[in-house]
C-alpha cells in the first residue's frame, strides 16, 4: 500500500507577506529560468566545445565580425574581469583573435579566425535544438526576448 504523499498545510497570511513568496517573484522566475535556459545549452554546446558564456561571445562576434573588447563587453553584458579570460580560452581553442588598434595601442580588436567562423554553421542546430525546447513558438519566443529586453533596459537605467 502507498502512502499518500502529504501537501503543506497552507497557512493564512497577510497579503504582504505573500510578496517574499518565491513564486510571486521575478527575480526567481528569472533566476530559475536562466539556470534552467544554460542547463538546456550545456548537452548542446559540448560538442562545440563551449561554454554558454563562451557561446554568448561567438554569436556576439558571428554578428558583428570584429569588436572592440569594451564593445565586446557591452555587447554580452559582462564586465572586463569575466571577459578577458573567456577570450583568452577561445583565442588559445583557435576561435578568436586579438590584435592591438593600429590607430590607439590601448584598444584591442577581438574577430572571429576561419574556425571560429566556421562553427557558427554548427550552431544553427544548437539553436533549432534549444527554440525546439522552449516549447514556444517563433513568435512568442520573440516575444518574451522583447520584453526581457525591455526588462533589461529599465533595470540598467534604474540607480
Known amino acids: 500500500m502507498t502512502q499518500a504523499k502529504t501537501q503543506p498545510k497552507t497557512r493564512s497570511v497577510a497579503p504582504e507577506d505573500a510578496d517574499l513568496f518565491?513564486?510571486?517573484?521575478l527575480c526567481f522566475a528569472l533566476y530559475a529560468a536562466?539556470?534552467?535556459m544554460t542547463k538546456t545549452y550545456r548537452p548542446l554546446l559540448a560538442p562545440l566545445g563551449l561554454t554558454f558564456p563562451q557561446y554568448v561571445v561567438m554569436m556576439a562576434l558571428w554578428e558583428h565580425?570584429?569588436?572592440?573588447a569594451g564593445a565586446l563587453a557591452q555587447a554580452v553584458a559582462l564586465d572586463a574581469g569575466t571577459l578577458v579570460p573567456l577570450v583568452r580560452k577561445l583565442v588559445a581553442q583557435g576561435l578568436l583573435q586579438r590584435e592591438r588598434s593600429q590607430e590607439d595601442e590601448r584598444s584591442v580588436f577581438i574577430?572571429?579566425?576561419?574556425?571560429?567562423?566556421?562553427?557558427?554553421k554548427r550552431a544553427h542546430a544548437v539553436y533549432a535544438?534549444?527554440?525546439?525546447?522552449?516549447?514556444?513558438t517563433l513568435q512568442q519566443r520573440?516575444?518574451?526576448t522583447a520584453q526581457l529586453q525591455s526588462l533589461r533596459a529599465a533595470l540598467s537605467s534604474s540607480p
Not at 22 to 25: D, R, T, V
Not at 65 to 68: A, Q, R, S, V, Y
Open 65 to 68: 565580425k570584429k569588436l572592440t
Open 142 to 144: 520573440r516575444a518574451l
Open 129 to 136: 535544438q534549444a527554440a525546439c525546447a522552449t516549447q514556444c
Open 111 to 120: 574577430s572571429l579566425t576561419s574556425a571560429g567562423l566556421a562553427l557558427r
Open 34 to 36: 536562466s539556470l534552467a
Open 22 to 25: 518565491l513564486g510571486n517573484q
